[in-house]
């Protein structure tokens, strides 16, 4: 499995965890909402650059923009973000990426920075299903897709090959069916598993596998 920090003490946090635990790989970088409010310097970029050398870390991020949390100052989450992307692509690893009420301007920054390795996490924007999937993007779905009013995220899922998906948490956010009002934890994402494989009419344990492989390939372990 994969953790993510939001800023700076919680990606050495995450690197400590997995560190500790061979199961566990990190990921590092800003969060939109840490990186916005006047928060991000551009120096910001040394420590991260420092902290992706470690070998248990396996993508930067994450990084992209969030309108939701900061509307209306949100002028540093960009800079933030392409830097981010900057340096994935300078060490050759994948750029997590978090969107929320922003997809036209993160689609805007993706296409503008030109990585291939990037994992759209929490994915919400299925109105750029396609495209994501022509400039050879990772989908990775977490528990929102098990809501019944979800019906465009439902859709998209069936539409992504299995070789391009991912299942996440997004813990302690966003817990699933039917533990959905909970403090969300990485156990329930076999929860959001059923639910894909349910709506795609796979096997449970074969999607189990794809999904597994693919976080192998994606995150090169
Ligand atoms: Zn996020």
């Not at 189990?208 to 090169?220: E, L, P």
Request: charged share 25%; glycine share 8%; proline share 6%.
């Amino acid at each position: 499995m994969v953790t993510i920090g939001c800023g700076r003490v919680q990606s050495e946090q995450a690197v400590a965890l997995a560190e500790a635990h061979p199961e566990v790989y990190a990921v590092v970088g800003v969060h939109p909402v840490d990186a916005g409010r006047g928060n991000w310097r551009d120096s910001d970029i040394d420590w991260i650059r420092d902290l992706a050398r470690h070998d248990r870390v396996v993508a930067i991020g994450e990084a992209g923009l969030d309108y939701f949390h900061e509307r209306p100052t949100p002028e540093d989450q960009p800079r933030a973000f392409r830097a981010q992307g900057a340096l994935a692509a300078d060490l050759g690893l994948p750029l997590v990426v978090h969107t929320r009420d922003a997809a036209d301007d993160t689609m805007v920054i993706l296409r503008d920075l030109g990585l291939r390795d990037v994992v759209l996490h929490c994915f919400s924007i299925p109105q750029y299903l396609d495209e994501a999937l022509e400039r050879g993007w990772t989908i990775s779905i977490a528990g929102p897709v098990t809501f019944p009013r979800n019906t465009e995220l439902r859709d998209a899922v069936t539409r992504v090959p299995a070789g391009r998906l991912l299942v996440e948490t997004d813990a302690p956010y966003l817990a699933p069916v039917p533990m959905r009002g909970k403090r969300n934890q990485p156990a329930y994402v076999a929860h959001t598993l059923a639910c894909i494989a349910h709506l795609r009419g796979d096997d449970v344990a074969d999607l189990d596998r794809a999904t597994s492989v693919t976080a192998a390939r994606v995150f090169g372990w």
